[in-house]
DNA sequence: TCTAAATTTAAACAATTGTTTAAAACATTT
DNA sequence: AAATGTTTTAAACAATTGTTTAAATTTAGA
């Protein structure tokens, strides 16, 4: 067993997630990551059997990397839930800074693959096991913080933060931002965002009136 | 000319627009469409001359429906800018129930598509002349509004709206919410989501305590 | 009704694509 | 150095897939 054998398996899946990432399954021809890989087309299915293995593997563990972050910091049962949701969006919108194209992926694999999901992954159950929940239900039967469904806060926390990400290319094209502004507005909202968020948690919100 | 000419044409049409937001442009394949419509598999070319230019008269069709509905709203002059806001996330988030794939289809159409978009649409520069735009700014020249770039608040209204839908898969799957509920934590967002907006417009945020 | 045009069909074509094969190159062990 | 196992390669295979063809069928107009 030469030292060559994890480097070329390396190569492989490092040019298949690229490419996988980029086309999806189906998008992502074999010759495409062979050439990316700069290795010969036969090597593949030699190290990983089929295109589809591959994809799965690569898919799982993207999707288990990612999950893995987040689950580490709503995790923590040193911190408080406002150092929660501040050191979250911190870590979630500089990650995605580094890999803008990988929420996208993780949604279409998500939505095309949604039974193989339930089946592998009872970790998602886990969810209302965090300590970030266990404070948030806390506040709430204390009264501290508003009485919503927990989904609400999950999905504006998450859609703060990935949205702009996943409509990266739409936005640029809207409204004329460059690929340079963008990032410095992302690097903004990792101040804004947890702003937002508390306000949702803790201002009794009354309609607002304005004369135009 | 047949009256039946519309109707295989159409028949197709409306096939290939269920089987391209299902799986995407590679994953679809014209046999599929072809049965889905209930037609010959060589109608298809008949009337399209081609997979792709089919795929791109349904991509463009979509875009711009999707987009006639939200600068309609936007651009109206008798309205006030919170009014807009109401109507934009209630009319958004009802025609979202009924197309649940078409803003992962958008959003997955314009990164792999961001050249030819970039031509064909001279559309969306006209962003900054809505009347809703402008009538933000008027705002924030009078102090009323943060001033904060509008793009975030443009991300937060379409982050809070569509990121649900995009992510519905992968939230059904964590919070293990079944899809009747969903709908209904989907019309709670009516109400909720444009007070959340409004409050990011007007209250001056501030850090907050809370003891656990 | 007859003719010409338009539409539909079954079959075939040609290119692409995932996968396999069998030999070659390389490394390791004895 | 010979033998053995591992890795790499070029070529071929078989299935899929977008597209075309040419004949059959249907429709419309004279």
Redesign the interface.
């Known amino acids: 067993m030469p030292d060559k054998e994890l480097q070329t398996e390396e190569k492989i899946k490092l040019a298949a997630r690229k490419i996988f990432q980029e086309?999806?399954?189906?998008?992502a021809k074999t010759r495409d990551i062979a050439k990316e890989a700069g290795i010969n087309l036969a090597l593949m299915n030699y190290y990983f059997r089929s295109k589809k293995a591959l994809f799965e593997m690569i898919m799982m563990e993207t999707v288990q990397e990612f999950f893995q972050m987040v689950f580490q910091i709503l995790n923590k049962s040193e911190t408080?839930?406002?150092d929660k949701i501040d050191g979250f969006v911190e870590t979630y919108i500089e990650t995605l800074k580094k890999n803008p194209e990988v929420p996208?992926f993780?949604?279409?694999c998500?939505?095309?693959n949604?039974v193989e999901?339930?089946k592998k992954?009872s970790m998602?159950?886990m969810?209302s096991e965090l300590h970030f929940f266990k404070?948030f239900q806390?506040?709430v039967k204390q009264g501290?913080v508003k009485n919503?469904?927990?989904?609400?806060f999950?999905?504006?926390l998450?859609?703060?933060i990935?949205?702009?990400f996943?409509?990266s290319?739409?936005?640029k094209?809207?409204?004329?931002?460059p690929e340079s502004e963008f990032d410095l507005?992302m690097d903004?909202?990792k101040k804004?965002v947890p702003?937002?968020l508390?306000?949702?948690?803790?201002?009794t919100?009354l309609?607002?009136?304005?004369n135009?």
């Open positions: 086309k999806g399954f189906e998008g408080s839930l406002m996208l993780i949604l279409s998500v939505k095309s949604q999901f339930q992954f998602f159950q969810i404070q806390e506040l501290k919503i469904h927990p989904a609400h999950l999905m504006n998450a859609g703060m990935v949205f702009p996943v409509a290319p739409m936005i094209l809207v409204t004329q931002i507005l903004q909202r804004m702003l937002w508390k306000d949702m948690l803790f201002k919100t309609d607002h009136q304005t135009e």
